[in-house]
C-alpha cells in the first residue's frame, strides 16, 4: 500500500489482552459491517447493537446501562443535555391536541419550552402548585397524557408527595415523569416511587465537574424505552464518546461528592440561621419546611444546593456584597466541585409563592472547597450587608400557606 492508503488503512494491534480498569472510548459516526445482510438488516440493531455513531456506541452503552442500575431501571437512554431529555420526553409521550402537566416549580427553561415549543404543536402545559400532591388527580382530564415531577422544585424547592401524585395519575392511566437532577439516585429512586421515567441532567451532580452537558431518562418498561429511542433518532438527538467518558468517570465519586457537598451545606445552613440578613432557609432537611416529612419519608439525604431569602436591600448594597465574594463564584448550573451563587426572581412567571419572604432569594450550591474557607467567604458576603439589616424574622412563617387551603 501506499502513504496516503497506509494512513486511512493502519495496522490494527490486537486489543487482547489488554484488561484495564476503564471504559474504552469510541470516537464513530460509521459502523463497518462483516456482510451485505447485516448491513441491509442494521435498523433492527437501534435498540441494542451498533448501526451507526449516532444510535449508540460501546462507551455511550456502557453509560446507559450504568444509569439504568443506577436508577433501578432496566434501560436508559442518554441525551445532549437535561433540557434535550426533558423535551424528548414530552415529545415522544404528548401529541397535537394532548396536555401535560408541569409542576409550577419545574426547571425554568423546561417551562419556556413547554410555552414556546410545545404550544405551537397542539400540546398544552398545565402548571400545577407543587404542593397540591393526590388532588393533582382533579386536574387530569381525557387529553392528559404526561405529568411531570420535580422534588425539590427548582429555585423554590418545595417538596412533591411523587407517590401520592403517581398514584392519581395512575388511576387515570397517565405517565408520570420526574426531573430527579437535584437528589440523583444515589437519595432518591423516582421508579421504586411510582414514578414512569426518571430523568436527570447529567451536566449536575452525575458528571460532577461543570465541564459537560448532558442528560439521562431511565425507564422499567421496554416499550417506554423504545418510544424515547425512536424519537430521540427522529430528532437527530446523539451524544459524543469523551462526554459519555468523563461522565462515567464522575459517577464513580458521585456517592463520595454528594456525602461531602450534604456535610458542608449541613454546617453551613447552621452558620446561615445566626445570620441577622437571612429571613428565610428553603431546603427540605430544615424542621420546619413544609415538605420536612414527606421528604424525610421518601429521599435517603441532601445534596448541596439550596436557597435563602435575605431580607430586603438595595441593589447597590447587594452587588457590593457579591463582589467580596471570592470562592463562591456567581453562575448558573450547579452540582461541581465549586460553590456557587447564583441570584433568582422565582415570581416572575408564577403566582403561587404567597408564601415566600420578600427579599433578594440567592441559590447556592455547595461545593468541594473546605467548609471553614466557605463561611469565611459567605462572612465577607454579610459583612458587606452589615448593620442594613432590620428585617429579621422567623424562618419560614408563611412557609406552606399556599398548601393549606
Ligand atoms: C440544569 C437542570 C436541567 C437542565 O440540564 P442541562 O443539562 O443544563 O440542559 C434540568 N433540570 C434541572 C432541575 C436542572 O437543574
Known amino acids: 500500500m501506499r502513504t496516503e492508503t497506509t494512513l486511512i488503512h493502519p495496522p490494527r494491534t490486537a486489543d487482547e489482552p489488554f484488561q484495564t480498569l476503564t471504559v474504552p472510548l469510541h470516537h464513530a459516526s460509521t459502523v463497518t459491517f462483516e456482510t451485505m445482510a447485516a448491513f441491509e438488516s442494521r435498523h433492527e440493531r437501534l435498540y441494542d447493537g451498533y448501526s451507526y455513531g449516532l444510535y449508540g456506541t460501546p462507551t455511550s452503552r456502557s453509560l446507559e ?207 446561615l440561621r445566626d445570620q441577622d440578613s437571612v429571613v428565610q432557609i428553603l431546603h427540605p432537611a430544615e424542621p420546619n419546611h413544609p415538605g420536612h416529612a414527606v421528604w424525610t419519608r421518601d429521599f435517603r439525604g441532601s445534596s448541596g444546593v439550596f436557597s435563602i431569602v435575605l431580607a430586603p436591600h438595595s441593589a447597590d448594597v447587594i452587588e457590593r456584597a457579591f463582589q467580596e465574594l471570592r470562592l463562591f463564584k456567581i453562575g448558573a448550573s450547579w452540582g461541581g466541585a465549586h460553590s456557587l451563587v447564583a441570584p433568582s426572581n422565582p415570581r416572575s412567571g408564577r403566582d403561587d409563592l404567597a408564601w415566600l419572604s420578600t427579599g433578594h432569594l440567592i441559590r447556592l450550591s455547595i461545593g468541594l472547597e473546605n467548609v471553614a474557607d466557605l463561611i469565611e467567604d459567605l462572612q465577607r458576603f454579610f459583612g458587606a450587608l452589615g448593620a442594613t439589616a432590620t428585617d429579621k424574622r422567623r424562618f419560614h412563617t408563611n412557609l406552606g400557606a399556599s398548601s393549606a387551603e
Open 65 to 271: 446501562q450504568q444509569i439504568a442500575a443506577l436508577e433501578g431501571g432496566t434501560r436508559a437512554l442518554v441525551t445532549p443535555s437535561g433540557l434535550s431529555a426533558i423535551s424528548l420526553v414530552c415529545m415522544a409521550f404528548a401529541q397535537k391536541d394532548d396536555r401535560i402537566l408541569m409542576p409550577s416549580s419545574m426547571y425554568g427553561p423546561a417551562r419556556t419550552m413547554a410555552q414556546r415549543l410545545l404550544a405551537p404543536l397542539g400540546i398544552d402545559t398545565v402548571f400545577y402548585d407543587p404542593t397540591i400532591a393526590g388532588s393533582v388527580g382533579d386536574l387530569l382530564d381525557d387529553r392528559t397524557k404526561l405529568v411531570w415531577v420535580e422534588s425539590p422544585g427548582s429555585v423554590t424547592f418545595e417538596i412533591q408527595d411523587i407517590p401520592a401524585i403517581s398514584a392519581a395519575a395512575h388511576a387515570h392511566g397517565i405517565l408520570v415523569a420526574a426531573d430527579n437532577t437535584w437528589a440523583t439516585p444515589i437519595l432518591f429512586n423516582p421508579l421504586a416511587h411510582g414514578v414512569d421515567l426518571s430523568m436527570q441532567s447529567l451536566s449536575k451532580y452525575a458528571s460532577g465537574h461543570s465541564d459537560l452537558n448532558m442528560g439521562s431518562i431511565a425507564v422499567k418498561e421496554e416499550a417506554l424505552f423504545r418510544r424515547l429511542k425512536d424519537v430521540a433518532r427522529f430528532l437527530g438527538l446523539g451524544v459524543g464518546a469523551d462526554e459519555c467518558f468523563l461522565c462515567m468517570r464522575g459517577l464513580v465519586t458521585l456517592p463520595l461528592r454528594l456525602r461531602q457537598s450534604e456535610q458542608s451545606s449541613l454546617q453551613i445552613l447552621e452558620w
